[in-house]
């Protein structure tokens, strides 16, 4: 099957900064995709690209078979990409704004309804006449979303959607990417929210500094990290780590009282080992709980680096 998005040996510079080196991936047609990295990491000169809206150096990216730089009427077409920043017109309302945008595209009255659709979906109808310079932050950035889907795109991308909004839009915007998923829309989102990525995406791409450095089904990125970690609630407090048997003392990642973290390699270690020999040590615990690798320490693993 022809990929949704097709990436082969991007290269982009800006004078001295290579912002992307040779990379090269397909995002599949269907799928829910994250792409991850740090700041500065090359995702939004990416999508950028993917977009049209900046051209690579060298390299090609393809919309499902069309090739952004020689189709790229076509591509735009197929393709609707939700940016950081609105960038908007503030005597239009958002109504006005939303119909002009379909415009572009060639449609006409036919689609007022989808436009409906949308601002209701998205919880705009109320506001569908205000000005969009009166709107407030969260509520510009579900018009922004409503705006690149408009034209009804196979494949949308969002760059960091959720970027700085509260719980509830978060929550809203979690359920609307959802739903356009099941609805077979390609789905690619940025993040720095790795429980975002981790609940929503089903593959994920990690870059770091402009080079792709992971690719990968989300459960199997996460399986690839080699430890998991056991929590113990001991029955009395320990104040040290050195009261623990010697063989443990480089596994424990924290103590405080009675709070004991040990991280234990998947292959390695034996949670039912390391439990017998704190038991033959004479120390007890009343709760235990296991966790499994995050994204983040996929991440730290991959790249030594923090997501901020
Ligand atoms: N227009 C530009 N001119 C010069 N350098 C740029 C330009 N746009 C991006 N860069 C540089 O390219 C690199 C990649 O930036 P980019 O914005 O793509 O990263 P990012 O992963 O999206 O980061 P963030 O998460 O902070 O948005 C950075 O070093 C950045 O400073």
Redo the contacts with the bound molecule.
């Keep these: 099957m022809t990929a949704a998005v097709h990436i082969s040996q991007v290269r982009?510079k800006?004078?001295q900064?290579?912002?992307?080196n040779n990379v090269e991936f397909d995002i599949p047609q269907g799928s829910f995709f994250g792409l991850l990295?740090?700041?500065?990491?090359?995702?939004?000169?990416?999508?950028?690209i993917i977009g049209g809206l900046?051209q690579a150096t060298s390299g090609t990216v393809a919309i499902l078979g069309h090739d952004v730089r020689q189709e790229w009427r076509k591509a735009r077409q197929i393709i609707g990409v939700v940016p950081?920043e609105l960038v908007y017109d503030p005597f239009f309302s958002i109504i006005e704004m939303l119909r002009l945008q379909s415009g572009y595209f060639g449609y006409g009255k036919e689609n007022y309804a989808w436009i409906d659709e949308l601002l209701d979906i998205l919880s705009l109808t109320d506001k569908a006449d205000t000005n969009l310079q009166y709107l407030s932050g969260g509520m510009k950035r579900r018009v922004l979303i409503a705006q690149a889907l408009v034209h009804k795109p196979p494949v949308v991308i969002l760059?960091?959607p959720t970027a700085g909004v509260d719980v509830e839009l978060r929550q809203m915007l979690w359920a609307f990417t959802k739903l356009l998923h099941q609805k077979g829309h390609t789905i690619v989102l940025?993040t720095?929210y790795l429980e975002e990525a981790e609940a929503l995406c089903e593959r994920i791409a990690i870059?770091n500094q402009?080079q792709l450095i992971a690719l990968d089904d989300t459960q199997v990125l996460l399986s690839r990290h080699p430890y998991k970690q056991i929590a113990l609630t001991l029955t009395t407090p320990l104040i040290s780590i050195n009261n623990l048997p010697q063989t443990l003392h480089d596994k424990v990642l924290s103590l405080e009282g009675t709070e004991l973290v040990i991280q234990l390699h998947r292959e390695h270690d034996r949670v039912s080992d390391v439990l017998d020999t704190i038991r033959l040590a004479g120390i007890h615990f009343a709760d235990l709980k296991t966790t499994e690798p995050s994204l983040e320490d996929v991440f730290l693993g991959l790249t030594g680096r923090h997501l901020v």
């Design positions: 982009k800006y004078r900064i290579t912002a992307l990295g740090p700041n500065g990491a090359g995702k939004s000169t990416l999508i950028n900046v950081q760059d960091e940025t720095h870059l402009g």
